[in-house]
Structure formats: structure tokens, C-alpha cells
């Protein structure tokens, strides 16, 4: 697994810790583990589908559900990122 320079070099997570753990997760078919590991993981997936197969097939509201896709996906990162920063501050 790649090491993530943020935790590396400051010692604190960046709001994409957890993603690879989580699509591991999910490949191997533990959906719970991997939505507690990474909740935008699936959503990022859906939009990166969906993204593609608009480009091929043009759906008629595909751009305003990549968008809203977008910023669904960002305020879930968002809070997660905030709950986890709260959390280790809180615990550790």
C-alpha cells in the first residue's frame, strides 16, 4: 500500500487516509468495514462510473448528477475528515 506523505512527514492524516483500506475492504466484499474505514469510497466509485459512461453515452441530466454527485462526495469527506480530527483529538 502507497504511504501517504502527510501522515509521514506532519503526522496527521489527510482527508484521503482510509481510502485505499476501504476499496481493499470492499473488494473483498466487507461493505461495513469499508464504509467505517472510508464512507466516500463508494460514492467516489459511483461517480467515477457514472462519469465515464456519461462521456460515452450523453445522458441527458448526467452533468447536473455529476455534480451533485461532486459535492455530495466532497461534504462527505468533509465531515468524515472533521470527525476523525475531533476524534483523535478527543481520544489520543
Not at 481493499?24 to 466509485?45: R, W
Request: net charge positive; with cysteine; proline share 4%.
Amino acid at each position: 500500500m502507497l504511504r501517504c506523505p502527510s501522515k509521514a512527514l506532519l503526522h496527521i492524516d489527510c482527508p484521503g487516509c482510509g481510502l485505499q483500506r476501504s476499496v481493499i475492504s470492499l473488494m473483498k466484499g466487507d461493505i461495513t468495514q469499508s464504509l467505517t474505514l472510508y464512507p466516500a469510497t463508494m460514492p467516489i466509485m459511483f461517480l467515477s462510473v457514472f462519469a465515464g459512461l456519461h462521456i460515452i453515452f450523453r445522458f441527458k441530466q448526467g452533468a447536473r448528477i455529476i455534480i451533485i454527485t461532486q459535492v455530495s462526495v466532497a461534504i462527505i469527506i468533509v465531515t468524515f475528515y472533521i470527525y476523525k480530527i475531533i476524534e483523535h483529538k478527543i481520544f489520543n
